[in-house]
């Protein structure tokens, strides 16, 4: 148990619809990072927040929105969903030594069926 | 972009084989991650790599960090059925936050 949840762990809806996924990182980490895992595209980091402010920001559709809150729990919102958004979504986090960010620790995922 | 790639995609090893994945960076690195995936569940951290040539050992894994800091390679002597999984390596360029994950080398191990 890496400490990291996620919520729901399985999720299934429709083409143009939207759903927000939920992360609560470990107990102390300020930092949190969203990846999502497709069977052909391997590991795609999305976006990370950092005590409730974006810091760094990769392959995250427009369509797609973040946030941390004031607790430090993130939400993942995904709109307007497509076929191709089916994938696993990780949620990892992880504190900061010495001005670096440490090893991340991931949640369980949540596997998002879109039909 | 970084990219970071991983050789070879898949490998399939009898029990007792030695095993290694090779990763590859377009860019040097200012550290490199190795994380285990089994199947079925999420990425775990095994070591953070940091100097030029490092080298890091775990029990039966070796774990190396190229002299350019553009490489790096894990190693597993002896395969038991319990290293199956998919070992990712993730790369950071100078102080950036962004993790960039390799392609993964996906091990199965036959008895």
């Known amino acids: 148990d890496s400490g990291v949840t996620q919520t729901p762990k399985h999720l299934i809806t429709a083409t143009g619809q939207r759903v927000t996924l939920r992360c609560s990182p470990r107990?102390?980490?300020?930092?949190v990072y969203w990846y999502q895992q497709s069977l052909d595209q391997g590991l795609q980091f999305l976006i990370q927040?950092?005590?409730?402010?974006?810091?760094a920001k990769g392959n995250i559709l427009e369509r797609f929105s973040a946030q941390q809150f004031p607790d430090l729990h993130s939400e993942l919102n995904l709109s307007s969903l497509e076929l191709g958004d089916s994938a696993l979504y990780f949620c990892?986090?992880?504190?900061?030594?010495?001005?670096?960010?440490?090893?991340?620790?991931f949640g369980p995922g949540t596997r998002l069926t879109v039909l | 972009g970084q990219q970071v790639m991983q050789i070879p995609q898949y490998q399939h090893v009898q029990e007792g084989e030695d095993f290694t994945t090779y990763c590859n960076s377009s860019?040097?690195?200012?550290?490199i991650q190795w994380y285990k995936q089994r199947p079925g569940g999420h990425p775990v951290f095994l070591i953070q790599?940091?100097?030029?040539?490092e080298v890091k050992k775990q029990k039966r894994l070796t774990f190396q960090f190229g002299e350019a800091k553009k490489n790096s390679s894990l190693h597993i002597t002896a395969t038991q059925t319990t290293d199956v999984g998919t070992y990712f390596c993730?790369?950071?360029?100078?102080?950036?936050?962004?993790?960039?994950f390799g392609t993964g080398t996906q091990l199965k191990v036959e008895l």
């Open positions: 993730a790369g950071r360029t100078g102080g950036g936050n962004k993790l960039t």
């Open positions: 927040y950092y005590n409730g402010e974006e810091r």
């Open positions: 990892a986090s992880s504190g900061l030594r010495d001005g670096t960010f440490n090893e991340q620790f």
């Open positions: 860019t040097t690195l200012s550290n």
């Open positions: 107990s102390g980490d300020l930092s």
């Open positions: 790599l940091v100097k030029s040539g």
